[in-house]
């Protein structure tokens, strides 16, 4: 008897944990993204040094942007879902492929519109010593972007290269040759 009340108490004890595990992941996760927006707004202003009336400027600017790119970025969800929910249609047709990947680039361009623009918006505001900081922050973030989209390069055998070797990672052996 002694037995089975430990497991039930145990039991009891990782359920209780699991869900403060699950409630404190799926609540915080969403609240960190509502907040990007502020945070990218803040490092702007506070990189570019803003001042009082250069803020106001901006933030009256910039008020519908945030909301204008979660509609595109909605949109395009959307669409990328009605498209690949059609994956095990054996019946699609190719124009109808076609009309949704066309609205999907056409919801692209126009984010990417909106992006120019805002950013255009900000380079207007700034005087000239911001400006040159601003492409500065601009292109090393492009820069950045265009790393984390790219897969590694293969090897000359077609395989990937080894992670690079740092302080404490462990030394790898050679590839066996069969």
Known sequence: MKK???LYILVVFLIIVNGFFLFNYMGNHNDNDSREPERNKGFIVKELGFNAS?????NK???GHHHRMMGLADEIKELKDKLFSSLSDDTIKQETM???SSLICEKERAKDKEI???????QNIATDKQKEKFKTILMDALRQGDQGNRPPPNGEDGRRPPPPRGGS????PPPRKD
């Open 4 to 6: 089975n009340t430990f």
């Open 54 to 58: 250069q803020l106001e400027e901006f």
């Open 61 to 63: 600017k910039s008020e």
């Open 98 to 100: 076609d009309s949704i």
């Open 116 to 122: 120019f623009n805002h950013f255009k918006m900000i």
């Open 169 to 172: 990672e462990g030394h790898r």
